[in-house]
């Protein structure tokens, strides 16, 4: 009886708590804020420089998307911002003439930022096809809704008022409608049923992820979109009809035999394209990229050579007989127009600059993107396609104008494995070439501003602040293969490439042998763990999480996760690739240890590095990890941005450097960090 009315009192509950992690699902989100007020953007004069600080890159504008207008007049930018003090984020929506001289207008807060597990989104506004409006999906009252701006200013004017959240839209050609989709509420009673039957063990939940098991049980189930009408002129909204339905997958259904993670457009006349990556070695052993284009129900037709230089943004012409598209080769970026059905490509543009996240207008007159390069913070430029030229029409962060950097030397080389590679070499400030120096190296790309390296953990600049040479290496993911030790070369190639850098960096006489370390997350985490644990090249590390590297992470995965090892590693850490799995692992190897290592982990990720972690522990090595709450992949709350920054710059400080902070609200810190210290010295 008693099991029976708690059951009755607490359901209501439950079924409130799913439905908030459902929504959860729909929008991930953390648990940073948003601040109303809108992002300004002040007038700076050039003054002295001064040095940088941490609050000059937790500061920092961001550029999230952006759109140029039909007739090509006018360009809409999103811009957001970090507030350390409220752990929240602001935004404001900008309008800008393409003709020169035009003046920004700022219409307002352009309303929360979205989120994914991998952070921030980059959301492009959307104009009206007449070019009079801007619309953007802005949160209010509980649901995220559309809302439009006139171009020339003013209060913007709700739209959408649908019960769920809009999770897209899109003009109709003709300006007269909006279709929108939403996604139905799943039914609980099935969830219900498995939550009081207990649910069954079927290897689909990675238990890695540290998610509750309902969380899981509730994205799974089955969730259908809705496709919805809004009609400007009387400003109502209904359900699309087939017939409807029928005419927006005209012009924007994806053709079913062109893969869901492949960026496409439909051209003017219907034929799709779409950016493929390869990842066969026995066609091409590193990653490449290729531009493929479908003819009506012809079989997709390559129309670009197989390369490994970078493809990142392309679009049609007005007539679909041209494509546009911007490539990049290292570090450098280009411009090309070439014939849709194939043929020779004409460079438009080449620049040192790294550009990206390009809007072309309906004419293909012009085109907006964002450019930066190694001490420049991203800016918005309008490119000339006829010509060629290219000017700044919105600098978000000029008050890096008076801000001190220093330069960052491109370095270029090859490896013994005849992997060719770079990186970028920033010397300390005031830097004495009669000293030698500690030496960081961040992973594990390069060529966009050097804020905070792959993950934005590790304030580059600030380094160079604090007294250290910093060596950003750049170490683009090689394809996986089905051949064990060929795939090991993501792992030898890395520790490769340290090795030939550090002799070059040796004849130059820029650092001190003795003291280095290495950082990396994701990818660069699997960096940093294998070298030390299979190196002694690194003297003190961090990493933002686990690498994932090691037999319990196999265990964690899931079905889904245990195939993918099998494929390359060759079986479980048990059986017949045991010596896969002791060759790789950082964890079966962490007695090799000589690393102080820092663990900056989130609460989803941390528990698939605990077998490192405590192995390391066991060896009485000096090892300490901090996890983050409600952060995903990367971290997106800006209290936890600033406390890494911090905490990361402590770390080498006080290993590679012999240093403490006299900030007395560290003391804690420096009391573990000098036992970890003590405790090393005393096992040695």
């Given at each position: 009886?008693?099991?029976?009315?708690?059951?009755?009192?607490?359901?209501?509950?439950?079924?409130?708590?799913?439905?908030?992690?459902?929504?959860?699902?729909?929008?991930?989100?953390?648990?940073?804020?948003?601040?109303?007020?809108?992002?300004?953007?002040?007038?700076?004069?050039?003054?002295?420089?001064?040095?940088?600080?941490?609050?000059?890159?937790?500061?920092?504008?961001?550029?999230?998307?952006?759109?140029?207008?039909?007739?090509?007049?006018?360009?809409?930018?999103?811009?957001?911002?970090?507030?350390?003090?409220?752990?929240?984020?602001?935004?404001?929506?900008?309008?800008?003439?393409?003709?020169?001289?035009?003046?920004?207008?700022?219409?307002?807060?352009?309303?929360?930022?979205?989120?994914?597990?991998?952070?921030?989104?980059?959301?492009?506004?959307?104009?009206?096809?007449?070019?009079?409006?801007?619309?953007?999906?802005?949160?209010?009252?509980?649901?995220?809704?559309?809302?439009?701006?006139?171009?020339?200013?003013?209060?913007?004017?709700?739209?959408?008022?649908?019960?769920?959240?809009?999770?897209?839209?899109?003009?109709?050609?003709?300006?007269?409608?909006?279709?929108?989709?939403?996604?139905?509420?799943?039914?609980?009673?099935?969830?219900?049923?498995?939550?009081?039957?207990?649910?069954?063990?079927?290897?689909?939940?990675?238990?890695?992820?540290?998610?509750?098991?309902?969380?899981?049980?509730?994205?799974?189930?089955?969730?259908?979109?809705?496709?919805?009408?809004?009609?400007?002129?009387?400003?109502?909204?209904?359900?699309?009809?087939?017939?409807?339905?029928?005419?927006?997958?005209?012009?924007?259904?994806?053709?079913?035999?062109?893969?869901?993670?492949?960026?496409?457009?439909?051209?003017?006349?219907?034929?799709?394209?779409?950016?493929?990556?390869?990842?066969?070695?026995?066609?091409?052993?590193?990653?490449?990229?290729?531009?493929?284009?479908?003819?009506?129900?012809?079989?997709?037709?390559?129309?670009?050579?197989?390369?490994?230089?970078?493809?990142?943004?392309?679009?049609?012409?007005?007539?679909?007989?041209?494509?546009?598209?911007?490539?990049?080769?290292?570090?450098?970026?280009?411009?090309?127009?070439?014939?849709?059905?194939?043929?020779?490509?004409?460079?438009?543009?080449?620049?040192?600059?790294?550009?990206?996240?390009?809007?072309?207008?309906?004419?293909?007159?012009?085109?907006?993107?964002?450019?930066?390069?190694?001490?420049?913070?991203?800016?918005?430029?309008?490119?000339?396609?006829?010509?060629?030229?290219?000017?700044?029409?919105?600098?978000?962060?000029?008050?890096?104008?008076?801000?001190?950097?220093?330069?960052?030397?491109?370095?270029?080389?090859?490896?013994?494995?005849?992997?060719?590679?770079?990186?970028?070499?920033?010397?300390?400030?005031?830097?004495?070439?009669?000293?030698?120096?500690?030496?960081?190296?961040?992973?594990?790309?390069?060529?966009?501003?050097?804020?905070?390296?792959?993950?934005?953990?590790?304030?580059?600049?600030?380094?160079?602040?604090?007294?250290?040479?910093?060596?950003?290496?750049?170490?683009?993911?090689?394809?996986?293969?089905?051949?064990?030790?060929?795939?090991?070369?993501?792992?030898?190639?890395?520790?490769?490439?340290?090795?030939?850098?550090?002799?070059?960096?040796?004849?130059?006489?820029?650092?001190?042998?003795?003291?280095?370390?290495?950082?990396?997350?994701?990818?660069?985490?699997?960096?940093?763990?294998?070298?030390?644990?299979?190196?002694?090249?690194?003297?003190?590390?961090?990493?933002?999480?686990?690498?994932?590297?090691?037999?319990?992470?196999?265990?964690?995965?899931?079905?889904?996760?245990?195939?993918?090892?099998?494929?390359?590693?060759?079986?479980?850490?048990?059986?017949?690739?045991?010596?896969?799995?002791?060759?790789?692992?950082?964890?079966?190897?962490?007695?090799?240890?000589?690393?102080?290592?820092?663990?900056?982990?989130?609460?989803?990720?941390?528990?698939?590095?605990?077998?490192?972690y405590t192995a390391l522990k066991e060896y009485r090595k000096p090892v300490e990890m901090v996890v983050y709450p409600d952060e995903g992949h990367l971290k997106s709350q800006p209290k936890h941005r600033y406390a890494i920054y911090q905490r990361n710059i402590d770390w080498f400080n006080f290993w590679l450097q012999d240093k403490e902070d006299p900030d007395p609200r560290k003391k804690d810190q420096y009391e573990r960090w000098r036992a970890l210290r003590d405790q090393n010295v005393?096992?040695?």
């Amino acid at each position: 009886m008693l099991n029976k009315l708690l059951t009755k009192s607490l359901w209501p509950w439950l079924l409130l708590s799913c439905c908030s992690v459902i929504a959860q699902a729909q929008t991930i989100t953390t648990a940073a804020g948003f601040d109303p007020r809108p992002v300004t953007i002040p007038e700076v004069s050039r003054e002295n420089p001064r040095p940088i600080t941490i609050d000059d890159l937790m500061a920092m504008r961001d550029l999230k998307g952006m759109s140029v207008s039909p007739d090509g007049k006018s360009v809409a930018y999103v811009v957001t911002q970090a507030v350390v003090e409220t752990n929240s984020y602001r935004s404001a929506l900008f309008v800008v003439g393409t003709e020169k001289g035009s003046i920004v207008k700022n219409l307002g807060s352009a309303g929360p930022a979205r989120w994914d597990v991998y952070g921030q989104l980059d959301v492009a506004p959307q104009w009206s096809p007449d070019s009079q409006y801007i619309s953007y999906l802005l949160k209010e009252g509980g649901t995220w809704q559309v809302w439009r701006w006139r171009r020339e200013g003013g209060a913007p004017e709700q739209l959408t008022h649908n019960t769920l959240d809009v999770r897209d839209f899109r003009w109709s050609p003709d300006g007269a409608k909006i279709f929108f989709t939403t996604t139905d509420p799943p039914d609980l009673e099935d969830a219900r049923r498995k939550a009081e039957e207990g649910i069954v063990w079927d290897g689909s939940i990675i238990a890695s992820r540290g998610r509750p098991i309902m969380q899981w049980v509730l994205e799974g189930l089955p969730k259908k979109s809705q496709l919805w009408i809004y009609n400007v002129a009387d400003k109502t909204e209904h359900r699309a009809t087939t017939e409807e339905e029928t005419t927006y997958k005209h012009f924007q259904d994806r053709p079913k035999d062109i893969s869901p993670t492949r960026p496409f457009k439909i051209s003017p006349s219907g034929d799709a394209g779409y950016i493929s990556v390869v990842q066969d070695p026995k066609e091409y052993f590193y990653y490449s990229w290729r531009i493929y284009v479908k003819h009506g129900n012809e079989r997709p037709v390559a129309v670009t050579p197989l390369s490994t230089n970078y493809i990142q943004d392309f679009w049609w012409s007005n007539d679909g007989r041209e494509i546009y598209f911007v490539q990049r080769a290292g570090v450098r970026a280009s411009l090309y127009s070439m014939p849709a059905r194939g043929g020779a490509a004409r460079e438009i543009v080449k620049t040192e600059d790294l550009i990206h996240s390009c809007s072309f207008d309906d004419q293909r007159l012009i085109a907006a993107c964002i450019r930066e390069n190694p001490t420049k913070p991203p800016e918005l430029v309008l490119i000339n396609p006829r010509d060629g030229e290219m000017r700044t029409v919105a600098d978000v962060n000029p008050e890096f104008r008076n801000i001190a950097l220093s330069p960052a030397t491109k370095l270029e080389w090859t490896n013994k494995y005849s992997v060719k590679t770079y990186g970028y070499l920033v010397k300390p400030t005031n830097y004495d070439p009669n000293k030698r120096y500690p030496l960081i190296v961040t992973t594990y790309r390069s060529g966009a501003f050097l804020r905070g390296a792959t993950g934005d953990e590790y304030p580059i600049q600030l380094f160079a602040a604090n007294g250290f040479v910093v060596l950003d290496f750049d170490a683009a993911p090689l394809p996986v293969d089905s051949d064990f030790k060929t795939n090991m070369l993501r792992w030898y190639s890395p520790v490769a490439s340290f090795q030939s850098a550090f002799e070059i960096l040796e004849k130059m006489g820029l650092v001190d042998p003795t003291r280095r370390g290495l950082s990396g997350l994701s990818y660069g985490a699997d960096i940093t763990e294998y070298a030390i644990s299979h190196t002694d090249l690194f003297h003190a590390a961090i990493t933002s999480g686990a690498s994932g590297r090691d037999p319990l992470f196999y265990y964690l995965s899931g079905s889904s996760g245990a195939k993918l090892f099998d494929g390359w590693i060759g079986g479980w850490p048990e059986g017949r690739a045991a010596s896969n799995w002791q060759e790789l692992s950082p964890a079966l190897n962490a007695r090799k240890v000589n690393a102080a290592l820092l663990i900056n982990a989130t609460d989803r990720e941390y528990v698939g590095g605990l077998q490192f972690y405590t192995a390391l522990k066991e060896y009485r090595k000096p090892v300490e990890m901090v996890v983050y709450p409600d952060e995903g992949h990367l971290k997106s709350q800006p209290k936890h941005r600033y406390a890494i920054y911090q905490r990361n710059i402590d770390w080498f400080n006080f290993w590679l450097q012999d240093k403490e902070d006299p900030d007395p609200r560290k003391k804690d810190q420096y009391e573990r960090w000098r036992a970890l210290r003590d405790q090393n010295v005393s096992k040695n």
